[in-house]
């Protein structure tokens, strides 16, 4: 295949923060008296925000406002994306190599206060063409719409683009929108069906090699 993209995830690929995620969580959830299992949270991984935490109310049969938890987790998380997550192991060289090579872009399910946060400590913007934010969409993943919207505004044939991504919402979407996916695993995915993917790397760096391979 031609690739005239490349199209990022941001957490659990670009910053290792997925493990901290979960943390940040527990004590969400702890606050509102709900007690949820470290494997049941891996079952929302790249899931909008809005509709894993409504989710997790209907499910431990909880009476909670959901608009509330969803503001006292964004406290939470703000000060994670400030303090907390580091980026991914070769994250800027890769990020510069491919650069040079194709138009990139991102889509993330994490909200655009809290990715900003991150992409600006990191310099990490201008690295990117498009950015689509869980709140720009209507369907988040693992719903095509977030891929679409970025390839559209690369203007691109979603066919022609690759995608990196660590959670198996991530994978159907962008499968379902035509993409080719390259999956991140790392300790906080390991137990995860990669079956979706098109290819599974455990370093970034191995991304430009890979990419050389494909197209």
Do not use: C
Not at 71 to 76: D, I, V, W
Not at 150 to 177: C, R, T
Request: charged residues 25%.
């Amino acid at each position: 295949m031609k690739i005239n993209a490349i199209i990022w995830d941001l957490d659990g690929v670009l910053i290792d923060s997925e493990p901290y995620h979960m943390d940040a969580e527990i004590e969400t959830f702890t606050q509102f008296g709900i007690r949820v299992p470290r494997s049941i949270l891996k079952e929302y991984f790249g899931i909008k925000l809005e509709n894993y935490f409504t989710d997790i109310v209907k499910r431990f049969k909880k009476k909670i406002p959901v608009e509330e938890m969803i503001r006292t987790h964004n406290e939470t998380l703000k000060r994670y994306y400030s303090e907390v997550f580091q980026l991914t192991s070769h994250a800027l060289d890769v990020l510069g190599q491919l650069q040079l090579q194709y138009p990139m872009g991102m889509a993330t399910s994490r909200e655009k206060e809290l990715a900003n946060i991150v992409l600006k400590r990191f310099s990490l913007f201008p690295y990117f063409t498009s950015i689509i934010y869980g709140d720009d969409v209507e369907n988040g993943k693992p719903h095509p719409e977030p891929f679409i919207k970025v390839s559209s505004q690369l203007k691109v044939n979603p066919k022609s683009a690759v995608v990196i991504e660590d959670a198996v919402s991530g994978f159907i979407a962008a499968k379902k929108a035509g993409m080719f996916v390259i999956a991140r695993k790392a300790e906080h995915n390991r137990d995860m069906d990669f079956s979706q993917a098109d290819y599974v790397v455990e370093e970034l760096r191995e991304i430009p090699l890979m990419l050389k391979k494909i197209g």
